[in-house]
């Protein structure tokens, strides 16, 4: 896998995230194009990428929930890349962002019915916190999944 690059997501990958969204998400669950302009324009959103000889394979989208709690807001992996480590090199980036941030715990939600998901952050140490009734559009239940963080014990002054 070392062709396999993360970097930051542009405006110029709207297109590509909004197609890999919506082949992997049913309407409903799946956002459109002026929800993924806004993450890619705030500062406080982290959209990262992971390309494949050029084109994205997958992205994730992270930001602050509260001062000690960051969310993963999506996860997506191309059908054609699933299974092959992209979803948890993106969650290991988000993970490592929100220790650098100061944040104690992760948060995200996933339909309660979306199996595959469930286990994928479960084998990472996410645990089932809450169910949201109702959360997306289509009135599909959540679960609310949690992690907590290792805490970022720099001391300050040490070399």
Known sequence: MSDIVLRKAGLLDLEAILEIDQSVFPEGISYDAETFLFYLIDPATSVVATEVQGSIAGFIIFREQSAKTGCVVTIDVAKEFQ???????????????????????????????????????????YTRSRRIKGYYFDGTDAWEMRKKLPANDVLIGEN
């Open 83 to 125: 299974g092959r480590g992209f979803g948890s090199s993106l969650l290991n980036e988000a993970e490592t962002v929100a220790v650098e941030t100061g944040f104690s715990s992760i948060i995200l939600q996933t339909a309660v019915n979306n199996i595959k998901a469930i286990h994928f952050y479960e084998k990472r140490g």
